[in-house]
Each structure stands twice: as C-alpha cells, then as structure tokens.
C-alpha cells in the first residue's frame, strides 16, 4: 500500500528515531554492540528494524506496531488495505486473515464478515463490508490473538518466503530486505508486476551471487525491476522508498544493512541510531 504523506506519527519504539523535514543537525549514536552476527534478518534486532523500514513508506511512521488497527481504502483497486502489511479484501489476503484469526479464536468481532470477504475477494467492492467492518477491525486490532494472527500471516506469506528466496540467491541483509519490502508491495505471484516476475526480470540483467554475481550489481538490477513495476500503477508512482532509501543504502554499500541509517520515504526523513 502506498503510505499516507504527512506528520510522522510520534511514540515510535526506543529502537529508533523518526524525524521530519530537515535531519541535517540530528544527533547520531554509535552502532549498537548488538550488530548482526551475520544471520541476516532471522536476527531479530534486524527483523525488528526491517518492520520499521516498512512502516516508514507504508504508513508515515516507524511504529509499526500501532499499524494493527490501520484500515483504508487507497484507491489501488485492492478494495481495503490494513493492519501491518497492507492486508487487502480484493487479494485474499485479508480473507486469508480473518480466517486464521477465527480458527485461533471462534467467534472473534471479524468472523461474521467472512462471507462478504470472499464475495469480494478479487475486486474492489466493499460490498456487505462498509463502516462496519472498519470498525469491527479497529476493535479487533486491540485483541494480542487478532496482534498475532497478523504477524503470523506477515510472516507465513511475506516474511519468511522473501528473506527464504533472499538467502537462496546468495544475498545478505540488505538484499533480505529489499526482496521482503518489494513482496509486500507486489505480491508473491509470478507475472510482471510481481515479487516472482520483479526478480525474473533482474535475472535477465544480472547473476544473482548465488550464480556467480556480484552482490551490488544485481540488487542495482533487481531495483531497476521493482521501480519499473511501480510506475505501471499509479497509486504506486512515487519511488521513493527505492530512490531515497533501499538505493542509498546500496550505494552506500550497507550490505549489512547496519545502522546508523538515514533515508527518505514520500518526502519525510527517518533515521534509525542502532539496533534494539
């Protein structure tokens, strides 16, 4: 989901630091004793951070746990777009949720609008959905069940097959991470415009390491994709999250993806000091 430019939300986590408008004179803090041991993003200071890279582009705030509640309509023709990574009515996802969510806890406040989630699955209709199932998300979100339900479904459909492909192609955590934030853009499917037929299209441009490659030139070419494929819909238009942030830490050549780290999404400056 494309993130709402505006005021950062305050109250982010002690991890980081989020800063609006001119960075320029913000303090910057040694790097944590904490740093990667190498295990990527299953480390889970790096993981922790990886949420909150997300969170920066898709919803204007490192916080990403006050995210459960976030539901809209972004106009992307997905139908509703919420909690912690963009679950959508129209792509099953959400459905997927709410379906895993009332095998955990039966008759939860979303389990009544199953029906209607699979009507709509597919297109952009709030049909049978509306006002009310808004509100019965955000009186979901407070439930820790319906808090982990999410995470799981983060990480059964986005987290782990990203990072999992990541490591396969011979790419550290950098590379982790921008295969994980391209995933939840565009989906794991296969044409295109998607995380599959994103990394196809770097392929033809560049070995993967695990082919031999060079680490630098292919995430430069998997981005190249990924920013090819936004600028085919319009409520994904503004590269920025490739342009000022996954991109300056590549030429920076933050493999690791250490921090401290400094980037811009839609406008808005983030900093991240250190590790948790």
């Known amino acids: 989901m494309i993130a709402a430019v505006g005021v950062l939300a305050a109250g982010g986590t002690s991890l980081a630091l989020a800063t609006t408008g001119n960075a320029a004179g913000a303090s910057t803090t040694a790097v944590s004793a904490k740093a990667s041991s190498g295990a990527g993003l299953a480390d889970s200071h790096k993981k922790e951070m990886a949420m909150e890279l997300v969170s920066s582009a898709e919803n204007s705030s490192l916080n990403w746990k006050a995210q459960y ?73 407070k439930d820790t069940v319906f808090q982990q339900a999410q995470n799981d479904e983060r990480d059964r459909v986005y987290f782990n097959p990203s990072v999992n492909q990541a490591k396969s192609d011979g790419l550290g955590t950098l590379g982790q991470f921008i295969y994980y934030d391209a995933i939840v853009m565009h989906g794991p499917g296969d044409d295109s415009t998607s995380f599959g037929g994103i990394r196809k299209t770097a392929m033809k441009k560049a070995k993967t390491p695990a082919q031999g490659g060079n680490e630098t030139t292919y995430l430069n070419a998997f981005l190249d994709a990924r920013k090819a494929a936004m600028l085919t819909e319009a409520a994904h238009d503004d590269t920025s999250r490739v342009d000022t942030e996954q991109r300056v830490f590549l030429k920076a050549g933050n493999l690791n993806l250490d921090p401290p780290l400094k980037w811009k999404t839609y406008g808005d400056s983030y900093q991240i000091n250190s590790l948790p």
Do not use: Q
Request: glycine share 16%; proline share 3%.
């Open 69 to 141: 509640k976030y539901i809209e309509d972004i106009g992307d023709g997905r139908g509703y777009t919420a909690g912690i990574i963009g679950f959508c009515s129209g792509t099953g996802d959400m459905l997927d949720l709410v379906n895993h969510y009332t095998d955990l806890k039966p008759g939860n406040a979303l389990a009544k609008y199953l029906p209607a989630l699979k009507k709509v699955n597919g297109s952009d209709s709030h049909s049978g959905l509306g006002s009310a199932f808004v509100s019965a998300w955000k009186t979901a979100a």
